[in-house]
């Protein structure tokens, strides 16, 4: 069963950086341009810093609903962002900060509100691990998914394909922007390191329903399990 859009309509709301921007995300556009992949000097990441957050102020910057209409929701912005092109393959530093808000305005529900964080980079990560927008979308079909609350202190809901491919997982505020502040870094590492074992992220996303409130931050991401060689042992790695 797939989110039905047919009393949607869909309106463009922000196309460039500037006061849509997070402050983090504002840090990292005034950084050193990022290098071109083969000007880089190495392929290690640099140090990034993270605010240690409390457990208890994550859980509730998690999404307090997370229903069958949360999840139709999701996948109707994914099916907008999915089916965008782009003029080129260059990017320019502008692209790691730059995010796309749309409205979907839909009867009788609340307007929708949307938001792509630095789409074209996304999509060049995409291509670069072999991923086609139409093959996510196809992967993330409603019938094709299982939904669950993590087990963890962060109180995250996770969305799995059931061909086993893609997760999807709520994030919180800083979790997102400390993302999309690596990301200029992050991009030049998996260039230079292909094989690595760091999660490939596909996609980071914001959606929120005006008039009801509530925030829904998201990120799209590869499932390790997805091997066509028989698991023997699984672990569970931890950090504190």
């Known amino acids: 069963m797939s989110p039905s859009t047919s009393s949607a309509s869909v309106s463009s709301t922000t196309g460039t950086t500037g006061a849509s921007v997070p402050q983090t995300v504002k840090r ?13 000097s190495d392929g290690r990441l640099p140090a990034v810093s993270a605010t240690p957050s409390d457990p208890q102020l994550a859980h509730r910057d998690q999404p307090k609903i997370f229903d069958e209409n949360t999840v139709r929701d999701i996948l109707c ?28 305005r839909r009867v009788p529900q609340q307007l929708l509100k949307f938001k792509d964080f630095a789409p074209k980079v996304f ?21 094709n998914l299982d939904a669950i609350r993590g087990e963890g202190k962060s109180g995250a809901f996770f969305i799995f394909t059931r061909d086993k491919r893609f997760i999807l997982k709520t994030a919180t505020g800083p979790e997102r922007d400390f993302l999309w502040e ?7 590492y998996i260039r230079k390191n292909p094989n690595t074992l760091l999660p490939r992220f ?19 991401m590869n499932n390790v399990f997805a091997t066509p060689s028989p698991l023997n042992e699984v672990y569970d790695l931890k950090g504190s």
């Open 123 to 143: 999509q060049q990560i995409r291509q670069f691990w072999g991923v086609d927008n139409s093959e996510l979308l196809h992967s993330f079909g409603y019938d």
């Open 28 to 40: 990292a556009a005034s950084k050193p341009e990022p290098l071109p992949v083969d000007d880089a």
């Open 77 to 104: 912005g994914l099916s907008i962002t999915c089916n965008r092109t782009f003029n080129d393959d260059l990017l320019v530093p502008a692209d790691y900060s730059y995010s796309y808000q749309f409205k979907v």
């Open 202 to 220: 596909y996609g980071v996303y914001s959606m929120k329903h005006e008039g009801i409130g509530g925030m829904v931050r998201f990120v799209v």
């Open 182 to 188: 690596m990301l200029p870094y992050y991009f030049l």
